[in-house]
């Protein structure tokens, strides 16, 4: 079985970040959605409620499953028996970090492949911290994220 992990904060997850799950999951037999555990980042949402906001936007894609890790990815994705990283790009300087990051990776795990994968065009401008600042203020979020994380994100605002 090939299985792919496509990791990431998800603070929170938009459109852009489904976008690259569905693709991955049409590449790969079991695509695990790992949400990290990032000490030195004060996410908004907690851990759990990344997970469970991924786990209510990706229901019906059957050979997604959502976790969560701390530490090494190559530690995690030996734990999970994963071939495969997969890694969405939306910018070139998001591939100079990336390609950095797949270069670590393969020296600690030389049997680990990382896969890019090109942002559609339409999301190439999205990303989470641009969501929460619009939410922030009160901007409409429906060409962002799904319904139900525009809502969580109000209610964190609201308060």
Avoid: W
Wanted: aromatic share 12%; charged share 25%; net charge neutral.
């Amino acid at each position: 079985m090939k299985t792919a992990i496509y990791p990431g904060s998800f603070d929170p997850v938009t459109y852009g970040h489904i976008d690259i799950i569905e693709r991955g999951a049409n590449l790969f037999d079991k695509l695990i959605v790992a949400v990290l555990l990032n000490p030195s980042k004060k996410p908004l949402f907690s851990v759990e409620e990344r997970v469970e906001l991924l786990k209510a936007v990706t229901y019906d894609i059957s050979n997604v499953e959502i976790d969560y890790f701390d530490g090494l990815l190559v530690d995690y994705a030996k734990k999970v028996k994963a071939n495969a990283i997969i890694k969405g790009l939306r910018m070139v300087s998001d591939f100079e970090y990336e390609f950095q990051m797949a270069l670590i990776n393969k020296k600690l795990n030389p049997s680990l492949e990382t896969i890019f994968l090109m942002t559609n065009a339409k999301y190439g401008y999205l990303s989470s911290s641009v969501v929460k600042e619009i939410a922030q203020f009160g901007g409409c979020l429906s060409e962002f994220v799904p319904d139900i994380v525009a809502q969580k994100l109000m209610e964190k605002f609201s308060r």
